[in-house]
């Protein structure tokens, strides 16, 4: 297992690379000008220094050569710097944001914590009413439970999260008035009131959002109990005298579990990417917006290193999803 | 027929139905015998001929729906065991009558280890410690000639062979010393050389340990050699019944005749074709009124079409269901003359 471990991890290096070269070679392929909004009235030669200072003036290769560096060399250091309040960076260039100037990796550590409270959260409840639902629509198929859930399962699924987010500010927001249509990204919690009133303003986009991440992974987590409720070891087990409870909830749960471990694993990285239409929607700050509106104004540096966070998460969950399927199934042995 | 007061499972009347889209299916139709301490009874039949269905019946191990028990009386241990309700059924499964199945490469749970699945009945029924489950969980690996039993506790059941497999199961049975061992065709998933092992082992188990055995299977061969009594079953019915030794040297049913004659010999000339019943075994979609063997008889009358055989009594321990009788080679007169015998 430690073997595989680590044969996965080197191999992974030379994955993200290939994904970093891509993913630049893509943006510099994409039409659009960083300095598209400077007003036509700046004449052609300041706007050709402006270009120098955004570094853009030297050689696509040049340019990627520097982003790893900064990526993987300066920004780690500004990292231990920051953590040890030492002083390794000395003022080395860092990934600097196009559009406000400030460096790359302090916009994303603003934003992360709104994304992973609203939308992490909203996996965590997703999954936790999302397992319950799969296992008991499974274990009476076709009652009216299993009816109920396929249809709410179906809806969660189809009704995209633009069309749920509105309809929901409109009936609790509009007409009820119970939360806010808009996310307050400056509100503090400090007492049980503010404490409430954070509760309220996410309260819907984590609806939103449960609902979606609850159809997905109640319907796998149905399929895969039902998948294994008729094998001959659970007649065995019946055989045996155990109670129901044990049958289920011992012996069919853990083998269902295996696969919808690894899709819960694999969705982790869909977290950090945000849910960018939800984020839009309530006005949630997070790395989704941020992505959406770096692409409109062309800021390279700030999309290529959020899509490449994203790259290197997705990499990342992939191998904690195959090491959870060997740590959970038996049969499977990575030596 | 059922007979002696003393027997350890005592089955009357039962009758399993099937509900299928548009109708059903009558799996087992007024099926009665006894089952007598420390006997090995046999249960013979095609595929289909509803002996596994009857067994299961027994513990309500049937999922229902679609399966129903209809009717019928099981008597085990002074109780009816269809009256039960389902928490006195699984105090049954596992601690009174033990269960073998057929496939033991999908009939244990691979994720567990072996000795957790062993010791599962154990701890359930006898409230055993953990320590003292995993002792006894040895000692059955042992009985079943596992070697290296205490490492192989810890092992999955992937890491086992198809016999060694079949014979965890058999140790997961015999855990809490069942009065009664229903085992569902064994040997049919194993190859020649693993099913003599397995029925070595069934032999030597029941010096040791004396319950009574329920034996389902379609081979012949493995009934010759195990079996003290054998029940032919066809057509969700019990057709004959008789000690090993009357059955292969006096088989009174047609069906069983025709069986008999399909085992091909391994003396003498090899036969060009190997020998077959012709025609299929029938579905039944309500009770038959009629044999239900009638359609591939050649001893097949009148009578047989107007009303289905009642089983009579043609020896001691033997009855058939049948109107032909084999003796005088002609129906039988009247139902019920030849009980004498």
Known sequence: ?????????????PTLLIISLAIFLLLEA??????????????????????????????????????LKQFFWVEPLNLVDYIFGTDYAQGMQRVISFQSRQPVMQIIAQRVPQTLTVVGMSYLIGVSIALPIGIYSAYRQYSWFDQIGTLVSMIGFSVPTFFSGVVLIIVFAVKLQWFPSIYDTTHQVTDWASFMKQVRQMAMPVMVLSLYNAAQISRFMRSSMLDNLNQDYVRTARAKGLTEKVVVLVHVLRNSLIPVVTVIALGVPTIFGGAIITEQV???????????????????PMVMTLTFIFAILIVTFNLIADLLYGILDPRIRYD | ???????????????????????EVHAVNSVSFDLKPGELLGVVGESGSGKSVTMMSLLGLLPSPPAEVREGRVMFDGRDLLKCSPNELREVRGLGVGFIFQDPMTSLNPVFTVGFQIMEPLRRHLGMSKQAARKRAQELLELVNIPDAGQRLGDYPHQFSGGMRQRVMIAIALACDPKVLIADEPTTALDVTIQAQILELIRELRQKLGMAIVWITHDLGVIA???????????????????????????????????????????????????????????????????????????????????NPARRAVGRGHDVACFWDFDSNGAVTATGSSADA
Not at chain 2, 4 to 21: I, S
Not at chain 2, 248 to 261: I, V
């Open chain 1, 1 to 13: 297992m430690f073997t595989f471990a680590l044969r996965r991890f080197l191999i992974a290096i």
């Open chain 1, 30 to 67: 994409a039409p659009g000008d960083p300095l598209g909004d400077v007003p036509l009235t700046v004449p052609p030669d300041v706007k050709e220094k402006m270009r120098a200072a955004l570094g853009l003036d030297s050689a696509w290769y040049v340019r990627y050569l520097l982003w």
């Open chain 1, 282 to 300: 309530f006005k949630v700050n997070g790395l989704g917006q941020q992505l959406i509106t770096s692409i409109h104004s062309n800021d390279m």
């Open chain 2, 1 to 23: 027929m059922p007979d002696g007061a003393n027997a350890v499972l005592h089955v009357e009347g039962l009758k399993t139905v099937f509900k299928v889209r548009g109708g």
């Open chain 2, 225 to 307: 050699g195990i079996a003290d009594r054998v029940i032919v079953m066809y057509g969700g019915q019990i057709v004959e019944q008789a000690p090993v030794g009357e059955l292969f040297a006096h088989p009174r049913h047609p069906y069983t005749r025709a069986l008999l004659q399909t085992v091909p010999s391994v003396r003498g000339e090899r036969a060009p074709k190997l020998n077959v019943i012709e025609g299929q075994p029938p579905m039944l979609t309500q009770t038959p009124s009629a044999c239900p063997f009638r359609p591939r008889c050649a001893q097949a009358f009148d009578r047989c079409a107007r009303e």
